[in-house]
């Protein structure tokens, strides 16, 4: 019961190109979307996130928008650059309970040079 | 600041035999939260931990296991070990609730299951 989905588990850009990453949820209750950047024997490190009363957060290269009533979100970076070539997870959350995250299964980024 | 620190990073364990891996959070952090990473299955939440409660657990058989001390330093066991529970292992501190403070993740620990 995979309530959170990343169905591309790899990813490959040039870099300076747009790149997009999405991912998908089920629940409907779910009110606050995080995307989280993870490098090789490092934990994962925020990256953005967005509430359900927004449609779009940006902050610098990064964009994540948020369509509710397709229950779908994606992170735009622009322009890509070889660094930011990491696992990228997105998560959900409802701030009225739980106090938990469910975590997509991840993208793999590759920005060629 | 120091961040979350996780002990050990690497660990070779046989089946049927326990393991107990550690976290420190950051400092003034009293929420820990654990989550096991594997190959295709993203991160998986095993439970929080706020001032020495759980608070919520996730979908796992009672072989695992956590507590939390009062210093805020967490642990979290698992017994009669599985070749499946090869993983990574990581361990997120915040403030208190996880959406409004956002989670810091340690490096983790490896666990490797023979």
């Known amino acids: 019961d995979q309530q959170v989905k990343q169905n591309s588990p790899s990813l490959s850009v040039q870099e300076g190109r747009i790149s997009i990453l999405n991912c998908d949820y089920t629940n409907s209750m779910f009110d606050y979307f995080l995307w989280y950047k993870k490098y090789p024997a490092e934990g994962p490190t925020f990256l953005i996130s967005i509430s359900s009363i927004k449609d779009k957060n940006e902050d610098g290269r990064f964009t994540v928008f948020l369509n509710k009533s397709a229950k779908h979100l994606s992170l735009h970076i622009v322009p890509s650059q070889p660094g930011d070539s990491a696992v990228y997870f997105c998560a959900a959350s409802r701030t009225d309970s739980s106090y938990k995250l469910i975590f997509g299964s991840g993208t793999r980024l590759l920005v060629r040079p | 600041k120091a961040g979350v620190t996780q002990t050990p990073r690497y660990l070779i364990k046989t089946r049927g035999q326990q393991v107990t891996l550690s976290c420190s959070p950051i400092?003034?952090?009293?929420?820990v939260s654990w989550y096991q990473q594997t190959p295709g299955q993203g991160l998986q939440f095993l439970f929080e931990?706020?001032?020495?409660?759980?608070?919520n657990k996730g979908n796992f058989p009672g072989r695992f296991s956590g507590r939390q001390f009062s210093n805020s330093r967490s642990e979290m066991n698992v017994s009669t070990l599985e070749l499946g529970d090869s993983a990574l292992y990581l361990c997120?501190?915040?403030?208190?609730?996880?959406?409004?403070?956002?989670?810091?993740f340690g490096s983790g620990t490896r666990l490797t299951v023979v």
């Open positions: 997120a501190s915040s403030l208190g609730q996880a959406i409004n403070y956002g989670y810091t």
């Open positions: 931990y706020f001032s020495e409660t759980q608070r």
């Open positions: 400092s003034g952090h009293r929420s």
